[in-house]
């Protein structure tokens, strides 16, 4: 199974400062067809994770723009410029190139 | 808008059977384009995909090696559904349950249910 390492693990942000967390894959994630199967989840607290970004960088329906995702390969990164108190919960990459999905450990990202 | 609604119980005893059930809104289960997940997460294991069941012209399931000998995901057309039953449970199989539909490569597990807490315990 391929693993998804995260980092840091928790994340404690002044509301409209950025944040960044890191997600590093053991095999790389860019399929044959030219895409690259990274997805970031975002799991509020008392709920199901939610889908923020798939394919590394494309924007969910109604995800806000201060959310963006990069990288290539086997390196990733989410990026949240300008943080808020909604923001609050555990963020989750996860591989959808190989059978089975599998996810990172869960970056906690609290407000000070 | 799509909806998936879980039903099932809460406590299971060790050795016997969790069974769970996704009610899905505003798709098929029968569809040529989505497949039909379980999840689940515990705090030791975190994320853990346990498998899934998809329809192309005849129905495919797949499964996570870790639970392969235990675990049957079937649809279920008539009530647009599709159930988890997980077999010779122990505690260890204690965690919140999820559902799930994969509607392509690109988005992926994009709609989940609101998830089961089921806890093995005598």
């Known amino acids: 199974d391929i693993v998804m390492t995260q980092t840091p693990l928790s994340l404690s942000v002044t509301p409209g400062q950025p944040a960044s967390i890191s997600c590093k894959s053991s095999?790389?994630?860019?399929?044959?067809?030219?895409?690259?199967?990274l997805y970031w989840y975002l799991q509020k607290p008392g709920q199901s994770p939610q889908l923020l970004i798939y394919?590394?960088?494309s924007r969910f329906s109604g995800v806000p723009d201060r959310f963006s995702g990069s990288g290539s390969g086997t390196d990733f990164t989410l990026k949240i410029s300008r943080v808020e108190a909604e923001d609050v919960g555990v963020y989750y990459c996860?591989?959808?190139?190989?059978?089975?999905?599998?996810f990172g450990q869960g970056t906690k990202v609290e407000i000070k | 808008q799509v909806q998936l609604q879980q039903s099932g119980p809460g406590l299971v005893k060790p050795s016997q059977t969790l069974s769970l059930t996704c009610a899905i809104s505003?798709?098929?289960?029968?569809?040529?384009?989505?497949?039909w997940n379980w999840i689940r997460q515990s705090p030791s294991r975190g994320l853990e995909w346990l498998g899934r069941?998809?329809?192309?012209?005849?129905?495919?399931?797949d499964y996570a090696v870790s639970v392969k000998s235990r675990i049957t995901i079937n649809p279920d057309t008539s009530k647009n559904q599709f159930s988890l039953q997980l077999n010779s449970v122990t505690p260890e199989d204690t965690a919140v349950y999820y559902c799930?539909?994969?509607?392509?490569?690109?988005?992926?597990?994009?709609?989940w249910g609101k998830g089961t807490t089921v806890t093995v315990s005598s």
């Open positions: 799930a539909r994969w509607s392509g490569r690109k988005t992926n597990m994009d709609v």
């Open positions: 505003g798709d098929s289960v029968s569809s040529n384009s989505a497949a």
């Open positions: 069941t998809y329809y192309r012209s005849k129905w495919y399931n």
């Open positions: 095999q790389s994630l860019l399929h044959s067809d030219g895409k690259t199967y």
């Open positions: 394919e590394v960088s």
């Open positions: 996860m591989q959808g190139i190989h059978l089975p999905p599998t």
